[in-house]
């Protein structure tokens, strides 16, 4: 097989069987296939697209470029949920331990990356002690025991993508939903779940803005995950604006915590049941999602799911006591108010751009060595639909700087406000399944 053969192929428009896939995947992580022919065909799947079974093809042979993990020490059905991404997004935090308390088994591999805010481990850790330095073994047992551990990220996990992704970062070939579904399954299936819950975010704050792209990209991604063998669905949600109320990462696992004790932010909370009642369908725990809605919001009413974020927590050398007593969570030595300066109600709330207020603060990096402050952050008090009045309050800015005007200027940019009565867009728009 010769690489130039398949790019042609490719160009022109004719799908690439299993067999071509892997040699151009192995050919590229073994640095036989060199950038400049990825880049060209890369570029050729972004005008050709992929048929679903290429799709699948292309994940697949991704998986197999680097390890993989085997989770079936775990008994049980073992659920992972991803999210596209977006700002202030709480929801793993509250999910792990809502979906654990009713016996789901939850084995999290994460990582820490970039962003407006921290991943989820650097959330994890802002409970004093919290470690994800766990070995394998005990990570098992864990999950074993509470239904529940979180890892941090040790294998080499899908080489391939880390290497394509750059890839197409510098050619103008991010944009293409099979390369994006790919890149995304292939990290789940690596990570040894049985089935997938995938939140595929649309709006202003997300990768794909509009909701036609958002449904496709959902589409692919479920095709590729029920073909390799993981029962996936997905749920389409909103990020016009940002979810909850709490951007960092201590304000939100407060917020998370307030949400498993039944007092989060609604659409947190919505979004969460929801997402949260396609995994124990999945596990098999529900026969359908209102009986599974049924079962998460009594394990929130009845202090289950809160529960097992402390024994979790504890499992893992965290101090649970933040979970009765939040204030011991990292605090920012300085809050300030953000005012609106016109009256109106909120039409928007650039997510992308409220998020990086925050990054400004320290509750994400800009690069992979930049330090991350846990106790900053924004709190929103306005979210689209309401009213506002000139001199209300709009967004709480926790800082330990003393100097806020570049992210409060950034806040005022993002929050849309207009004369005339706005609705708030809708939660969740569509539901994909098998
Ligand atoms: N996120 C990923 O992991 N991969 C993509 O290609 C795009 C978003
Ligand atoms: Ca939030």
Known sequence: MRMVDLIEKKRNGTALNKEEMRFIIEGYTNNEIPDYQMSAWAMAVYFQGMKDEESAALTNAIVHSGETIDLADIQGTKVDKHSTGGVGDTTTLVLA?????????????????????????????SIP????????????????RNKLAVIGQTANLTPADKKLYSLRDVTAT?????????????????????????????GSGAFMKELSEAKQLAEVMVKIGNDLGRKTSAVISDMSQPLGYAIGNALEVKEAIDTLKGKGPSDLTELCLTLGSHMVVLAGKAKDHDEAKVLLTRAIEDGSALEKLRVFAESQNGDASVIEDPDKLPKAAYT?????????FVSGIVADKIGTAAMILGAGRATKSSEIDLAVGLVLHKKMGDRVRKGDTLVTVHSNQKEVDDCKARILESYKIAEEEVSAPPLIYDVVEK
Do not use: C, W
Not at 98 to 124: C, E
Not at 136 to 142: A, M, R
Not at 336 to 344: I, P
């Open 129 to 144: 002690g919290f470690s994800v330095e766990i070995t394998n073994d005990t990570f098992i047992e864990l999950v074993n």
């Open 336 to 344: 300030y108010e953000v005012q609106a300066d016109t009256d109106g």
């Open 174 to 202: 991010v944009n293409s939903i099979p390369l994006i579904a790919s890149s995304i399954m292939s990290k789940k299936l690596a990570s040894g779940a049985d089935a997938i819950v995938l939140d595929v975010k649309t």
């Open 97 to 125: 331990p809502l979906v654990a308390s009713v016996g789901v088994p939850v084995a999290k591999m994460s990582g820490r990356g970039l962003g407006h805010t921290g991943g989820t481990i650097d959330k994890l850790e």
